[in-house]
Each structure stands twice: as C-alpha cells, then as structure tokens.
C-alpha cells in the first residue's frame, strides 16, 4: 500500500474530524468533540488561521487514514515551537508505518519554519503510542503536569480577587 503525506485541505476537514471523532472514541471520550468541520474550516483557513494538519491519503483509493494536527506556541526560553496537537491514524492502518511518516512531516514542517522544539502529549495509559514515542527516540517528560480551564469554568469565573 502507497500512502501520500500532503498538507490538509479544506476538502479534507470531514475526513479529519472523522478521524478525530475516532480518537475521541478510542479515549472514552467523545462527547467531549464539540468542534465541527465547519469551525474547523473558518479555524483552519479563515482570516487568522490557527492551525495547520497533513494527512495521509492512500494513493490506490484517495481515502485519509491519518492525520497530523499542529499549530504554533511561544516558549518563553525557546521561543517558536509546534505543537503536535494530534497524530490519528485510523484503526484499520495502524502499525503500517503510516504514523512515522506523519510524524516525519512534523519535524520537516518544525525545520522548514526553522522552530526550536516540537512538543506534544500523550496519555499515560496509552501504551501503544507512548512505545511509538520512544522508538522514535522522543523524550517523554513526566515531570510536567497539564492545567486546563474549561468554557463552563470561565464563564463562572471572578474577576479582580487575590488568591490567598
């Protein structure tokens, strides 16, 4: 099987959030996808596009079966990085090769925007993902843990307290 690595297209959104949906699922998490093709279309390509994907596409049927979502952050020591957001390769292809080579435009994209770290996270239970991580020679960082505030968590939030 011939699988082409390209950069995603607008006409590739609904195979991408199929793909993320897919994920979400494999994560026991999916109703948490609220994002549609839809937003992702004005959030991908509209005036101030705020990420960037490459998909896998097999060459003999033209279908997506991976996907590489990035966008750029600021490290405050580092300065430009890419955040590797998600890589999904469908069920179906997976241990193919498939998600190295989405891997290796990663690192291409990080060299050609001449970037200082490619950072990404991975779920402490997943094992299949974190011995692909390590194959590949990555460093897995388990001494940071990740902070989040939801929607719901900011639409109740207090404005103008100290903190004691």
């Given at each position: 099987?011939?699988?082409?690595?390209?950069?995603?297209?607008?006409?590739?959104?609904?195979?991408?959030?199929?793909?993320?949906?897919e994920?979400?699922?494999?994560?026991?998490?999916?109703?948490?996808?609220?994002?549609?093709?839809?937003?992702?279309?004005q959030d991908?390509?509209?005036?101030?596009?705020?990420?960037?994907?490459?998909?896998?596409?097999?060459?003999?049927?033209?279908?997506?079966?991976?996907?590489?979502?990035y966008?750029?952050?600021?490290?405050?020591?580092k300065?430009?990085?890419?955040?590797?957001?998600?890589?999904?390769?469908?069920?179906?292809?997976?241990?193919?090769?498939?998600?190295?080579?989405?891997?290796?435009?990663?690192?291409?994209?990080?060299?050609?925007?001449?970037?200082?770290?490619?950072?990404?996270?991975?779920?402490?239970?997943?094992?299949?993902?974190?011995?692909f991580?390590?194959?590949?020679?990555?460093?897995?960082?388990?001494?940071?843990m990740?902070?989040?505030?939801?929607?719901?968590?900011?639409?109740?939030?207090?404005?103008?307290?100290?903190?004691?």
């Amino acid at each position: 099987m011939s699988v082409i690595i390209r950069k995603g297209t607008p006409a590739d959104l609904p195979a991408a959030h199929r793909l993320i949906v897919e994920l979400a699922i494999y994560e026991k998490a999916e109703n948490e996808v609220i994002t549609t093709p839809e937003q992702m279309l004005q959030d991908g390509f509209g005036d101030t596009p705020v990420f960037g994907f490459y998909v896998a596409e097999r060459a003999d049927s033209g279908s997506i079966v991976g996907m590489a979502l990035y966008y750029t952050r600021y490290s405050t020591w580092k300065g430009r990085c890419l955040y590797l957001e998600d890589l999904i390769v469908t069920q179906s292809e997976r241990g193919k090769g498939i998600g190295k080579l989405l891997f290796d435009a990663m690192v291409r994209e990080c060299l050609n925007q001449n970037m200082a770290l490619m950072t990404w996270q991975v779920l402490d239970w997943n094992t299949p993902a974190i011995a692909f991580y390590k194959r590949l020679g990555a460093h897995l960082d388990g001494e940071w843990m990740n902070g989040k505030l939801f929607r719901s968590q900011m639409e109740q939030w207090t404005f103008g307290t100290a903190l004691s």
